[in-house]
């Protein structure tokens, strides 16, 4: 059992790892691609320009982070 758990962990920190939301955000985007596709629609455009979504607004919580920490000093 402690084999499992291990295993879940790993994958859990690899898939999620520090940013719940971004991995929230491409499974949604998986999810509605998968929707578009099996009803006949070409869904191609949509993972890569859901993946540029997620990174733009990862980095721009990053960087607005770090100027608050950087405000504070």
Avoid: N, Q
Avoid at 1 to 28: E, I, Y
Avoid at 48 to 68: C, E, F
């Amino acid at each position: 059992m402690t084999l499992l758990v291990a295993f879940a962990r790993f994958w859990w920190g690899f898939v999620v790892g520090d940013d719940w939301l971004s991995a929230a955000g491409v499974a949604v985007a998986i999810g509605a691609t998968a929707a578009l596709a099996a009803e006949r629609v070409a869904a191609w455009w949509l993972l890569p320009l859901a993946v540029l979504l997620v990174l733009y607004l990862s980095l721009r919580r990053a960087v607005a982070a770090d100027r608050s920490t950087l405000r504070s000093r």
